[in-house]
């Protein structure tokens, strides 16, 4: 599949240059079309004065796999607005998955659901995101 390769493409370019997921130290598992499959691991410098995850971990983690879903296809996008809910606290040593699926991929607009699963399968949190599309290309 031609769009699927160019979605890898684009990916890990954008991987290669995005040196917070680096950070993160983001896995790139999955990247389809308008799609994207992430994971990390949280560290103990990850953690905020509850002794949990802060939330911008999590946030970041959905924020750079929502980044990979809505510019695979070769259009520059943006974050337009983006929204997250969390739902269970996240601890050192959990290993995080965030999965990207497309709602709506529109012209000028694209819409995608983020949902963050720990190792147990358990979802943490669930994030939404409006993107804008430019008309520059990446690669």
Known sequence: MQADKLANDVVTH?????????????TVIEVKEGYSKIQMTVRKE??????????????????????????????LSVA?????????????GDSLTAEAKEMHN???TGLYHITIQNQNGHTVALFKGTCFRTNKSLL
């Open 46 to 75: 990850m953690i905020n004065g509850f002794g949990i995850v802060h939330g911008g971990i999590a946030f970041s983690l959905a924020d750079s796999c929502f980044a990979f879903a809505c510019n695979n296809r070769n259009v």
């Open 80 to 92: 337009l607005d983006t929204a997250i809910n969390f739902t269970k606290p996240v601890h050192v």
């Open 14 to 26: 954008m991987m290669q240059h995005d040196l917070f997921s680096q950070w993160l130290g983001i």
């Open 106 to 108: 529109g012209k000028s």
